[in-house]
């Protein structure tokens, strides 16, 4: 199994803002109000990151058919799955992501793979459980696949460090250039 961080990683930049931009020209006010009440929190300590990324996609709870409306978004964003992935792609690949399932799902069923991510209650607009970051990613792969082996690691960050570390071999992407890590 190869496993994939996905912003910055197979995907070029990151979908969660790609996502608030496209939002703020179809809810200019929700999302403009979301972003403001977020603000209060912008000098957060780490632990309060979480509250601040989970006030910013509130607006989503007020979104009809959001379903329908994350798969029209994911279909015009697919253009964005870096060249690389798609060279490499295999059926048994793991995304494993910080942003929020109800995204990284939609652009995961696109590329017929599994993942893993930060979830998201779009019905309340908060975060469910712990953002998926750093240590957290290895914590959620064990619970799901036990001690599997992960051939092969992928991410833009050192906040993956944990999931660097964990695979066999590992990669740091930086835009498409392809860089061992060395444990």
């Known amino acids: 199994m190869n496993v994939y961080d996905f912003d910055n990683t197979i995907f070029a ?13 179809k809810y200019p006010f929700k999302v403009l109000g979301c972003l403001i009440k977020s603000m209060r929190n912008i000098f957060a300590k780490e632990e309060r990151l979480g509250k601040i990324k989970s006030d910013i996609f509130s607006f989503v709870k007020d979104i009809n058919n959001l379903d329908e409306y994350v798969n029209i978004f994911v279909k015009k ?14 059926d048994n690949d793991l995304v494993i992501s910080a942003s929020f399932d109800f995204l990284i799902k939609a652009f995961c069923q696109e590329l017929k ?5 930060t979830l998201y209650d779009t019905k309340k607009g908060c975060i469910i459980g712990k953002n998926c970051k750093g240590q957290e990613k290895i914590k959620r792969f064990k619970s799901i696949y036990n001690n599997a082996l992960i051939n092969e690691s992928y991410s833009d960050s050192l906040s993956d460090e944990p999931l660097l ?15 061992e890590y060395k444990k």
Do not use: P, Q
Request: aromatic fraction near 18%; glycine fraction near 2%.
């Open 77 to 90: 964003n697919m253009k964005h799955i870096k060249k690389f992935y798609l060279e490499k792609r295999k």
């Open 113 to 117: 793979i599994d993942y893993i991510a």
């Open 165 to 179: 570390n964990y695979a066999k071999v590992s990669y740091l992407v930086k835009k498409d250039k392809l860089i």
């Open 13 to 25: 930049g990151d979908s969660s803002v790609k996502f608030i931009k496209y939002s703020f020209t």
